[in-house]
Nanobody, 115 residues
Framework: QVQLVESGGGLVQPGGSLRLSCAASGTIRGIYAMGWYRQAPGKQRELVADITSGGSINYADSVKGRFTISRDNAKNTVYLQMNSLKPEDTAVYYC?????????WGQGTQVTVSS
């Protein structure tokens, strides 16, 4: 089993920044990718960004140029730096870890962008 603990969500004004963190623990061997998804009210969960163990990065078009995903392998932690936030970025953000087989999810952290 893999446990994912997210932190860093909150309320921010449009144009502001937040940094999300996700720490993985447990049986982390075999994780080939970690990333962030989000789900807004009434919408499906969608990929925001992910990063593979080889360093390949993928972003949703809606966040390119504003969000940056990174990882610290020594800490088994992945980060999402979110800049120039917009009201439409408001959602619950979930950390995700993939193995060849199971996928693991964090409990989610709320990000609200509002003036």
């Amino acid at each position: 089993q893999v446990q994912l603990v997210e932190s860093g969500g909150g309320l921010v004004q449009p144009g502001g920044s937040l940094r999300l963190s996700c720490a993985a623990s447990g049986t982390i061997r075999g994780i080939y990718a970690m990333g962030w998804y989000r789900q807004a009210p009434g919408k499906q969960r969608e990929l925001v960004a992910d990063i593979t163990s080889g360093g390949s990065i993928n972003y949703a078009d809606s966040v390119k140029g504003r969000f940056t995903i990174s990882r610290d392998n020594a800490k088994n932690t992945v980060y999402l730096q979110m800049n120039s936030l917009k009201p439409e970025d408001t959602a619950v953000y979930y950390c995700n870890a993939k193995k060849f087989g199971p996928t693991y999810w964090g409990q989610g952290t709320q990000v609200t962008v509002s003036s």
